[in-house]
């Protein structure tokens, strides 16, 4: 019943910033774990950034004080800006949600997935 669609994605250069969102279908609450996976060629999925129903949010170490998780609930909407993107940022981003509301920190899951979105930086 929950489902998201990535959008945002594109080409820039090293230092450029980037934003994505990540529409939740209409009628299901954002007040759910939300957050932002990517996968880069030959390389595992990793999470980046994710937000519990308490707003809460975690980071990657790799993108912590470059990338920002936020939702808009009026809009429906989870974002993930972007900012002094580097190469090791190229990958393909995914947005995720929990099918079960309202849970917080260690009690979130992730079953729920967008089709991702392409992000390319060029150096």
């Known amino acids: 019943q929950v489902e998201l669609e990535e959008s945002g994605g594109g080409s820039v250069q090293a230092g450029g910033s980037l934003r994505l969102s990540c529409a939740l279908s209409?009628?299901?609450?954002?007040?759910?774990?939300m957050g932002w996976f990517r996968q880069a060629p030959g390389k595992e999925r990793e999470r980046v950034a994710t937000?519990?129903?308490?707003?809460?949010?975690s980071y990657a170490n790799a993108v912590k004080g470059r990338f920002t998780v936020s939702v808009d609930s009026t809009k429906n909407t989870l974002y993930l800006q972007m900012d002094s993107l580097n190469s090791e940022d190229t990958a393909t981003y995914y947005c995720a949600a929990d099918r079960i509301w309202g849970r917080l920190g260690d009690m979130c899951a992730y079953h729920i997935w967008g089709q991702g979105t392409q992000v390319t930086v060029s150096s």
């Open positions: 209409q009628g299901t609450t954002s007040n759910r774990c």
């Open positions: 937000i519990d129903s308490g707003r809460s949010t």
